[in-house]
């Protein structure tokens, strides 16, 4: 691995750089066609709408790939993520407009680990809501 | 009816060999917004310490969700795949999927409890090379809601 973050220069409660990304539902067809997940929820609000949804959402997978995105810049290397994992908590509405909807991840350095790992701990909202739970990821730094 | 807890431990036959492309690795990228190089740029994975491109983290889902199908078709199941929801996704990686991988997967129910009226799967999907070589386990937990839940 060659992370550009090196083991010794992080400790507890180092911050990673946050970001804001976009979900606009022309992001959630490019996902069903790129992942397989073709589930009608996603790309169709009557049906979203007939089985007790506010709107389509997007795919849970999408989120969790967003959020993996602050994780990932941050290291340099993506392959350094070794073991991510989120509960979905609530689902992100993604309104037919040209905004969509925004899910703002943030993360910081929650336990440092043997070999060089570190656990980060994500926290992943969409209009001040949690979306992602107990998200973490462990990386292994160089 | 709930899902009989007696079809946990059940593994499936391993999928049909699946090659990883390099343009499926883009493909994905792009869908996921990230331009990353290294999903892209064989030069830039390779001064990473890859043989080729890598695949973005959360990729291996494409190979778990894929393998999953069978699950939900089982008919000793009898999953309505109308009242699935996705409740916890891990991945726990022995390396990055890379272009080039010839993947199988085999896919297993850990366990079936139920609870509130709903139903809940925990999956494992093992993702290794036709070569044995053990790549990713991608571990899902699927809600299905009861009739009571509405929808």
């Known amino acids: 691995m060659a992370t550009q973050i090196s083991y010794d220069d992080v400790e507890v409660g180092t911050e990673l750089p946050s970001q804001q990304l976009p979900v606009r539902r022309v992001d959630l067809v490019r996902y069903a066609g790129a992942s397989g997940d073709f589930n009608v929820i996603h790309w169709n609000a009557r049906v979203a709408r007939s089985v007790g949804l506010p709107d389509v959402i997007a795919h849970g997978m999408f989120t969790m790939a967003l959020a993996a995105r602050v994780v990932t810049d941050w290291a340099g290397d993506p392959g350094a993520v070794v073991d991510y994992g989120v509960r979905f908590t609530r689902p992100v509405p993604v309104p037919d407009d040209d905004e969509g909807a925004t899910v703002e991840v943030a993360a910081v350095v929650a336990v440092l680990l043997e070999d060089r790992r570190v656990r980060v701990d994500l926290t992943v909202t969409s209009a001040g809501q949690t979306v992602l739970g107990r998200a973490r990821a462990v990386v292994q730094l160089s | ?151």
Do not use: C, W
């Open chain 2, 1 to 151: 009816m709930p899902i009989d807890a007696a079809h946990a431990g059940r593994t499936y036959p391993p999928t049909a060999p699946y090659l990883v492309g390099v343009e499926k690795i883009r493909e994905f990228a792009t869908a996921i917004g990230d331009p990353n190089p290294a999903y892209r740029d064989a030069g830039v994975a390779r001064a990473l310490g890859h043989p080729d491109v890598i695949a973005p983290p959360t990729f291996p889902f494409v190979l778990s969700f894929a393998a999953s199908r069978q699950i939900v078709a089982d008919p000793e199941l009898g999953i309505d795949y109308g009242r699935v929801v996705h409740g916890e996704q891990r991945f726990v990686a022995s390396r990055p999927v890379r272009a080039g991988d010839l993947l199988t997967t085999t896919v297993s129910i850990d366990s079936i409890r139920s609870a509130g009226g709903h139903d809940m799967l925990t999956t494992r999907s093992e993702v290794a090379t036709t070569e044995g070589e053990h790549v990713v386990t991608a571990f899902s937990t699927l809600v299905v809601r009861g009739p009571e839940s509405g929808a």
